[in-house]
T-cell receptor, first 113, second 112 residues
Framework: KQEVTQIPAALSVPEGENLVLNCSFTDSAIYNLQWFRQDPGKGLTSLLL?????REQTSGRLNASLDKSSGRSTLYIAASQPGDSATYLCAVRPWTGANNLFFGTGTRLTVIP | EPEVTQTPSHQVTQMGQEVILRCVPISNHLYFYWYRQILGQKVEFLVSFYNNEISEKSEIFDDQFSVERPDGSNFTLKIRSTKLEDSAMYFC??????????FGSGTQLSVL
């Protein structure tokens, strides 16, 4: 069964700093990987989707990379802002089956003004 | 931007009672899902629904759970006889095809 791990569980950085969040998964037979943002008591917002054939995706200050063979993905946030404070989740879709996702436990990010 | 809408936002029920959680997926989406998140734990897949039938379900989705798309817009999750361990945030999600999954804001279910 696919296991998704995120390190660190929590991260606190000063505003303006660049940071990297890590995600690892045990089964490299994935269809795609998504990074989500979750604010307290709210739903999940998809930030970036990387297909298995892709190496990275960028959206504004966010850049996600995927190394499928080593079972790793990173989310890079440039010039962090207090509004980036949230929990970031990565989720993988297995190659087989319907579009069900396996989620990591998330990294809780706090950006200090 | 279109949204997945869930109601109610909070539901409190007594153990053994039936609950129905409601969702309105994005109108041109074809695949619908229920996920749940127990406090402090991972988001877990429950069930996927396509073409008016269940396409996949997890071990969590036992006989106490059912899903229905009673009309062209609503998608519901029913728990027949709630248990304490069913307390969680339940998320509905939808997707058109192999794109980003859109989630609703969730229903916080508390079973007393």
């Amino acid at each position: 069964k696919q296991e998704v791990t995120q390190i660190p569980a929590a991260l606190s950085v000063p505003e303006g700093e660049n940071l990297v969040l890590n995600c690892s998964f045990t089964d490299s037979a994935i269809y795609n990987l998504q990074w989500f943002r979750q604010d307290p008591g709210k739903g999940l917002t998809s930030l970036l989707l990387i297909q298995s054939s892709q190496r990275e995706q960028t959206s504004g200050r966010l850049n996600a990379s995927l190394d499928k063979s080593s079972g790793r993905s990173t989310l890079y946030i440039a010039a962090s802002q207090p509004g980036d404070s949230a929990t970031y989740l990565c989720a993988v879709r297995p190659w087989t089956g319907a579009n069900n996702l396996f989620f990591g436990t998330g990294t809780r990010l706090t950006v200090i003004p | 931007e279109p949204e997945v809408t869930q109601t109610p936002s909070h539901q409190v029920t007594q153990m053994g009672q039936e609950v129905i959680l409601r969702c309105v997926p994005i109108s041109n989406h074809l695949y619908f899902y229920w996920y749940r998140q127990i406090l402090g734990q991972k988001v877990e897949f429950l069930v996927s629904f396509y073409n008016n039938e269940i396409s996949e379900k997890s071990e969590i989705f036992d006989d106490q759970f059912s899903v229905e798309r009673p009309d062209g817009s609503n998608f519901t999750l029913k728990i027949r006889s709630t248990k304490l361990e069913d307390s969680a945030m339940y998320f509905c999600a939808s997707i058109r095809d192999n794109e980003k999954l859109f989630f609703g804001s969730g229903t916080q279910l508390s079973v007393l």
